[in-house]
C-alpha cells in the first residue's frame, strides 16, 4: 500500500538525518558526504541542510550522466526533506550537543552510525526516489555487480576525495562509516525487506 511504503519512506530519512546529526555532533569526523557539506557549510555559508540539498541536486545530474538517463526529478523531494530534518536536528534538538569526553564522543557516533545505516536499509524498502548519493550506490552496483555494501564502500571513498577538497570535518569517524556503513546496511537490509513484505501484502 502506498501509505504503507510512505511511511517506511519517511521514517527512514527521519532517522537517516538523526543518525547524520548525531555523527557530526560526535566531532570525531562525518560520513564522508556529511564531512563534504559541513566543509561547504563552513567555508561558503548556509546551513549543512541546505548544501544536501545542492549537492544531491548536482548529482541528479551526475547520475543521469553515468546512467545514460533522464534525471529523476522527483528526487529533489527526497533530497529536500534530507536537507530540512538534518537542519532541524543539528540546529534546533542538537544545538547545545557538545561532548567533550572521547568516550562520550564514541558513544554518539556509533549510535549515530547504526541510526544512520538503519534509516537507509529503511527507506529504501519503500522504492520511491532515492537520495542521489545512494542512487550512486544503486548505479555502482548495477554496473559492477558488486554487493550493496561494497557499491556504498566505493561511493564513500569517492565523496572522501571530495571532502578534502573543501576542508571537511574528517578523522577517525569517516574512516569507520567508509568501511562500515555498508556492511551494516546489508545487515539491517534483509530485515526490513521480511517487515515489508509483511505489511505489503502487494509488494
Same mark, same amino acid.
Given at each position: 500500500?502506498?501509505? =504503507? =511504503? ?6 527512514? $530519512? ?11 555532533? &560526535?566531532?570525531?569526523? &562525518? *560520513? ?26 548536482? +548529482? ?30 543539528? +540546529? ?13 564522543? $564514541?558513544? $554518539?557516533?556509533?549510535?549515530?552510525? +547504526? ?28 554496473? $559492477? ?9 566505493? *561511493?564513500? +571513498?569517492?565523496?572522501?576525495?571530495? &571532502? ?29 525487506? =521480511? ?9
Amino acid at each position: 500500500m502506498f501509505i =504503507r =511504503r510512505s511511511l517506511f519512506f519517511v521514517i527512514g $530519512l527521519f532517522i537517516i538525518s538523526f543518525g547524520v546529526g548525531l555523527t557530526i555532533k &560526535a566531532d570525531l569526523g &562525518a *560520513g564522508a558526504w556529511d564531512a563534504l557539506n559541513v566543509g561547504l557549510s563552513n567555508t561558503i555559508g548556509l546551513t549543512v541542510g541546505s548544501w544536501v540539498i545542492i549537492v544531491g541536486v548536482i +548529482l541528479i545530474f551526475v547520475n543521469a550522466v553515468l546512467l545514460k538517463k533522464k534525471p529523476e526529478y522527483l528526487a529533489v523531494i527526497t533530497i529536500f526533506l534530507v536537507g530540512m530534518f538534518i537542519d532541524f536536528w543539528l +540546529l534546533l534538538i542538537m544545538k547545545n550537543l557538545d561532548p567533550d569526553q572521547f568516550i562520550v564522543k $564514541l558513544v $554518539l557516533f556509533a549510535v549515530g552510525l +547504526l541510526f544512520l545505516a538503519m534509516g537507509i536499509a529503511i527507506y529504501l524498502q519503500a522504492k520511491f526516489p532515492l537520495i542521489p548519493i545512494d542512487n550512486f550506490m544503486i548505479a555502482i552496483r548495477e554496473r $559492477l555487480h558488486v554487493s550493496l555494501g561494497m557499491a556504498k564502500t566505493i *561511493g564513500e +571513498l569517492t565523496a572522501l576525495l571530495l &571532502a578534502f577538497l573543501f576542508n571537511g570535518p574528517i578523522g577517525l569517524g569517516t574512516i569507520l562509516v567508509t568501511f562500515l556503513i555498508g556492511p551494516i546496511i546489508q545487515f539491517f537490509f534483509p530485515y526490513f525487506e =521480511r517487515l515489508m513484505n509483511r505489511t505489503n501484502p502487494s509488494h
